[in-house]
């Protein structure tokens, strides 16, 4: 049982360029959560689907932020013309079906460096 | 609005020592749940408990155990007999229920490191 994947671990870019973030959830896991760490901060919740549909979008999410989860397996979360404040650690979770609240786990996240 | 306080930014301890993280928590629902979460050097995010709003016992898991108040609101986290392992970020979160699933609500974390 492999947990949740995400790619690549660190991305250095410069300013003003485009990136795009991968997340593999755990199998059979129908909810996806995306969060962003900066340093000395707990994460904060940016985006959740539940299969493939987006159902919520934190004020965090900028218009240079789209996330995507096509088929209801990964998902991406793609930065237009990234500032140096974007730098951070994107963190992807999933969960399993249920109603009401379940556990998150998490992957190991994605070190976004701006230069 | 939802908010978690961890006071304890860094706590730094001898080996076999005790040591209690701190949690305290806001909020408006009846019902909520409330995790602690690890986050080793490696980045991710390690789930150590889930505790539901209506469920006041105290729970313990080997050297961890949790202390839920929800007089004070508070959900204290104390590790036994600590180990150099144990050295790590550790997270309050509290879960705000929308859209039929959990988005979680982070405190700041505590540093913990644990000295031979």
């Known amino acids: 049982d492999t947990g949740v994947s995400q790619d690549p671990r660190h991305k250095i870019t410069k300013r003003g360029q485009n990136v795009t973030f991968r997340c593999d959830p755990i199998?059979?896991?129908?909810?996806l959560y995306w969060y962003r760490q900066t340093l000395g901060q707990g994460p904060e919740f940016l985006t959740y689907?539940?299969?493939?549909?987006?159902?919520?979008k934190s004020r965090l999410l900028s218009d240079r932020f789209s996330a995507e989860r096509p088929k209801g397996s990964f998902s991406t979360l793609e930065i237009q013309r990234t500032e140096q404040g974007d730098s951070a650690m994107y963190l992807c979770?999933?969960?399993?079906?249920?109603?009401?609240?379940?556990?998150?786990?998490f992957g190991a996240g994605t070190r976004l460096s701006v230069l | 609005a939802q908010k978690v306080t961890q006071a304890q930014t860094e706590i730094s301890v001898v080996e076999k020592e005790d040591v209690t993280l701190d949690c305290v928590y806001e909020?408006?629902?009846?019902?909520?749940?409330l995790f602690w979460y690890k986050q080793p050097p490696s980045g991710e995010l390690v789930f150590l408990i889930r505790?539901?709003?209506?469920?006041?016992q105290n729970e313990i898991s080997g050297r961890y155990s949790w202390n839920f108040q929800k007089s004070t609101s508070s959900f204290n986290f104390t590790i036994t007999a600590s180990q150099v392992v144990d050295s790590a970020v550790y997270f309050c979160?509290?879960?705000?229920?929308?859209?039929?699933?959990?988005?979680?609500?982070f405190g700041q974390g505590t540093r913990l490191t644990i000295n031979p």
């Open positions: 979770a999933s969960s399993p079906p249920g109603t009401g609240e379940t556990i998150q786990y």
């Open positions: 199998s059979e896991h129908n909810r």
């Open positions: 689907f539940q299969n493939e549909a987006q159902l919520e």
């Open positions: 909020t408006r629902d009846t019902t909520y749940y």
């Open positions: 505790r539901n709003s209506f469920d006041e």
């Open positions: 979160a509290l879960s705000s229920i929308i859209q039929g699933a959990q988005k979680l609500v």
